[in-house]
């Protein structure tokens, strides 16, 4: 939960407290897709998302609000196209779920020698041909990385410098995948809970 705020009713003598979202952004400040974290904050500001709190400089935003995720989702992906005129791709996920998510991760990596990420997935269908196109959970998908199965994210280990040329890399280049996934490295979504 993130901030309280007193109730706007009337009658009401309650505290009304707003559930903590996380909405991750895909492809932002890479491939041309650029802005500033202070831009992205007015422009979600705008869009009736006051107090909105960037994390890093790649499209990690925490925001407090209890509209339905894919409420949130739409609002910020039409203001996102219309103050920067890209086709914005966004996941939304409550903290609790990323807590959860974060705590999941299955695999014991090594960071001096891989990358652990997190593979958000907003549509399921998406997310099982995900899974079969990378061969599915737990097997590995060549001798240099990883991947498995969690509720709502594909879990992947791949090895330092290889992040883009891997298997599983490509498959989640492909454009079926572009609107409905975004990866964050596990330490991202560490920070994305502090």
């Known amino acids: 939960m993130l901030c309280c705020a007193p109730c706007t009713t009337a009658s009401c003598d309650s505290v009304l407290i707003m559930r903590t979202q996380v909405v991750l952004l895909r492809g932002v400040n890479v491939q041309g897709t650029t802005m500033t974290m202070a ?3 007015a422009t979600l500001d705008a869009a009736g998302f006051p107090g909105a709190r960037t994390v890093l400089a790649s499209g990690n935003v925490i925001l407090a609000d209890d509209r339905p995720g894919e409420q ?3 609002l910020v992906e039409v203001a996102l196209r219309d103050r920067f005129g890209y086709d914005a791709w966004v996941q939304v996920v ?3 779920e990323l807590a959860r998510i974060a ?3 299955p695999f014991d990596t090594d960071e001096s020698t891989h990358h652990p990420y997190v593979v958000f997935c ?3 269908g998406a997310l099982a041909a995900l899974q079969e196109t990378v061969h599915g959970p737990p097997e590995r998908a ?3 990385e990883r991947v498995a199965a969690g509720e709502r994210v ?5 090895p330092k410098g290889r992040s883009l040329d891997t298997p599983i890399a490509k498959v989640l280049a492909r454009k079926r995948f572009k609107a409905d996934t975004t990866t964050r490295n596990l330490r991202t979504v560490r920070k994305l809970l502090n």
């Open 39 to 41: 831009d992205l904050r």
């Open 154 to 158: 594909l879990y992947w280990e791949t």
């Open 122 to 124: 907003r549509d399921a």
């Open 72 to 74: 949130i989702r739409e």
């Open 142 to 144: 060549d001798d240099v």
């Open 94 to 96: 409550e903290q609790d």
């Open 103 to 105: 705590a999941d991760y």
